[in-house]
């Protein structure tokens, strides 16, 4: 049996909590808004992680930053508005 989510951790750093950006999706104890704030927690990082690789840095996980955004448009019918 597993430990129940903490979303505070999980929103602190993602790639921790989850596996993939997919896991992210199925986890019914989680609202869609909250889902949302997790997956781009995670692009900000993976963005962080691609402009690490562009100066010379290796990542391994590649293509990270695109399932993520996939991950999320799934959830935002394509429309990713960062909140006001």
């Known amino acids: 049996m597993s430990d129940p989510l ?3 951790k999980a ?3 993602p790639a921790l909590a989850f596996d993939t950006p997919e896991a992210v999706l199925t986890q019914a104890e989680l ?3 909250q889902k949302i704030e997790i ?6 990082d993976a ?3 691609a402009d690490a690789e562009g100066e010379g840095m290796e ?4 293509l990270m930053e695109r399932r993520v955004a996939l ?5 935002t019918d394509g ?4 909140p006001s």
Do not use: C, G, H
């Open 6 to 8: 903490d979303y505070d």
């Open 11 to 13: 929103l602190e750093n």
């Open 31 to 33: 609202s869609d808004a």
């Open 39 to 44: 997956l781009r927690r995670w692009k900000f």
């Open 47 to 49: 963005t962080e992680i």
């Open 59 to 62: 990542s391994d996980k590649p």
């Open 71 to 75: 991950a999320l448009e799934s959830l």
């Open 79 to 82: 429309n990713d508005v960062e």
